[in-house]
């Protein structure tokens, strides 16, 4: 028999003792978290705790519900459609034609019979519908850096197709700006005997007065392409000031939003006959869209919105509900002691 050559193919100890010393130093820490060996909690839901928990919800949400539709209801509202009311007879088959004709005019007067008395301040909101100023297009179509710095206002980068007009830089540039909402509203109590004074002051947000328009950027060349979006800007006023610009481009996420025009600090009594006289200016008629005129007070909650209070109490009842479902079930087919208890088998390693 040959002798056994020491030197021959295989590991060596040497090399088994570095193999080892490697595999030792990059094993992890151990710890009971990494391992999944901390302690745990598996519940077994009983049909006396589960009726208990819905219980206890249908008695929170029932009332928070209640309170919210009382809310809700305790708010005035007036809202009046008045884009097909306030076209001409003549022209109701060809309203774009009437809008677009600069010759016409536009004057148009409503008049409002107030239900319940309106305590101040009373909120004046313009409402659009089929306006969808969540366009991808139409988001991307501004620059904000030129809204705030004086030394970005001939960047019109992101501005398309409202950048320039006559070869000049538009300040504010983009869509958005260019559709700005131009109807406007006055009001009067009684037969035009008291004039009811519109508060325009304070009705953007304060953040974006101060950060995201800014004080010493004004309009220039607003409005003055072939084509006329919306309304006009004061080139005197930054844009830090011009409140009706930043409340239309806060974007809404709908078609159908309202956006505030301004307030009136003044009382309205029950029966009170208010008359608007409104310039129908704004071009909704293209896209077939909707112009309304709100008037509404305030609550705790805002105006007036029956949505949240209706899905506290709907919820709640649900929840009352299934807790008295599952309370006839416990009654007519009551647990067993063996039911409480979980039971596993452990599975077999299959080979």
């Known amino acids: 028999m040959p002798p056994v050559n020491s030197d021959g193919a295989g590991p060596s100890s040497g090399e088994d003792g570095s193999a080892a010393a490697v595999k030792k130093r990059n094993r992890p820490k151990y710890h009971r978290f990494t391992q999944q060996k901390l302690q745990a909690c598996k519940p077994i839901l009983i049909p006396q705790t589960v009726i208990l928990v819905l219980v206890f919800v249908g008695l929170i949400f029932i009332p928070i519900g209640l309170a919210c539709i009382a809310a809700s209801n305790k708010v005035v509202e007036l809202v009046d459609r008045y884009d097909t009311k306030c076209v001409p007879r003549n022209m109701l088959r060809n309203k774009v034609a009437f809008i677009q004709n600069s010759s016409i005019d536009k004057t148009c007067t409503r008049v409002f019979k107030v239900p319940k008395d309106m305590k101040k301040p009373i909120y004046i909101y313009y409402q659009l519908d089929k306006f969808y100023q969540n366009h991808r297009r139409y988001v991307k179509s501004l620059n904000d850096m030129q809204l705030r710095n004086p030394k970005k206002v001939a960047d019109t980068q992101y501005c398309s197709p409202e950048a320039t007009a006559n070869g000049r830089p538009i300040v504010p540039c983009g869509l958005i700006a260019w559709s700005l909402f131009n109807d406007t509203y ?8 008291e004039t009811l004074i519109v508060n325009k002051d304070g009705i953007s947000w304060k953040s974006e007065r101060n950060r995201r328009f800014g004080k010493n950027v004004y309009p220039k060349n607003f ?4 084509l006329i979006g919306g309304g006009q800007l004061n080139p005197s006023k930054p844009l830090s000031e011009q409140e009706d610009l930043i409340v239309w481009m806060r974007i809404a996420a709908l078609p159908t939003f309202r956006k505030l025009y301004g307030r009136i600090d003044m ?7 208010v008359e608007v006289t409104m310039q129908n200016n704004y ?32 919820v709640g009842l649900a929840c009352f509900l299934l807790a008295l479902l599952l309370a006839l079930l416990y009654f007519v087919f009551p647990m067993r002691e063996e039911h409480l208890s979980l039971h596993y088998t452990p599975a077999r390693l299959v080979r």
Do not use: C, E, M, P
Request: hydrophobic share 30%; charged share 15%; net charge positive.
């Open 267 to 273: 009382d309205l009594q029950a029966g009170d006959r």
């Open 186 to 193: 006055s009001f009067t109590r009684g037969h035009g005997n």
């Open 223 to 226: 409005q003055n392409g072939t």
């Open 283 to 314: 071009n909704s008629y293209s896209f077939n869209g909707k112009k309304s005129l709100v008037l509404s007070t305030a609550g705790w909650l805002g105006g007036k919105n029956a949505f949240l209070g209706r899905a506290y109490a709907i």
